[in-house]
């Protein structure tokens, strides 16, 4: 029998309807013939709820206390979507992450899943029942409850699906699945159909809403997501495959941005070696993680270096740096919080050149000045300012005729 991993998010299970909707959705498989597996995310925003709760009670809440509290956040709509789902008639049962066997390494608040043991879950699937998963959540070695890190249970879904050798995991949501470009932002932009791993995995590191783990452990694993909403039948987005397996018809996927990008630039950097990895060491130790590095050319020993970092963390960066003049040198700092990132997305651009181009003509023409350019195999990333971001995105919308035909 062909077995499904089914994730619903919090917006599909806010209220006691919306859960008793999925509990009918999941009903109707199985009654099509395939076993279920249901991971829950905790009901609409409990989890900010929780978060807001514990900061009242503690400045700084411990976090193994406070992965805790926020893992409770799914048990309950572990429990009462189990509930609804036996009240139509069907055998179904509720597991914690420990109960699952998710197991994870010790980082609270981001722990990574180490392993899973689905023994119980496969037990339970063999006794005909509906299994329901607390999703986001694992134990650490010490049997201490840890969360994923937000978003996690997406990443939970998946590693289940691998474990259980599923079919495909699936994902439900309030949206219809995967866009061309944030469809807040763009009128006209369009769900893809299908995506490779590669492509997702670069727009949603650049705002599309799955947690990008999900998609790492999907892609490592050959397991297919199909993202869909819940709230209607409309077919959603399969992401699956191996950008080198297929020929591209469709050359861009997708224009993904980020609008919180700042800026730093070192003037006066002393040219020699060690230098970069002075400054640069000092920084990934404090977890800052630096994105686009430009150096250029130096003249009389001296060189400029930018560079750009998340724009909540320029701050805590700055100030690193001011501690390190002494062993990078005297260095001006120069910086600019009101940036974004604009990217196009596509398979099709591995090995076929002239994307750059057209993307530069295309912000050139609406005016929009480039900062900073990176690429990937298959990304071109601009920095812009920060207000010209919408207009961006559609230009490159329309310039890669992503719109509906
Ligand atoms: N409930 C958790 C969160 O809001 C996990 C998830 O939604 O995937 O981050
Ligand atoms: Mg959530």
Redo the contacts with the bound molecule.
Sequence with gaps: MTLVVQKY??SSLSNAYRIKHVAQRVVDVWKSGKQVVVVV??MGD??DNLIDLATEVSVEPEPRELDLLLSS??LVSCALLTMAIRSLGLDAVSLTGLQAGIHTDTSYGRARISRVDSARVSREISENKIVVVA??QGVNQYFDVTTLG?????TSAVALAVALNAERCEVYTDVEGIYTADPKIVKSAKKIDNITFEEMLELAAYGAKM?PRSIELAATNNMPIYVASSFNETPGTLIYGDITMMEHSVKVTGVAYDRNVAKITLRGVPDHPGIAANLFEPLASLGISVDTIVQNASIDGFADLSFTVIGSQLDEVVTQIESLKSDVGNVEIVTDRNLAKISIVGAGMLDSPGYASRMFRALADASINIEMITTSEIRITCIISEDSVSKAVNVLHQAFELEIP
């Excluded at 937000?150 to 997406?154: A, K, L, Q």
């Design positions: 998010g919090g995310s905790a409990t989890t956040g799914e999703g986001f937000r978003g996690g249970s997406d947690h």
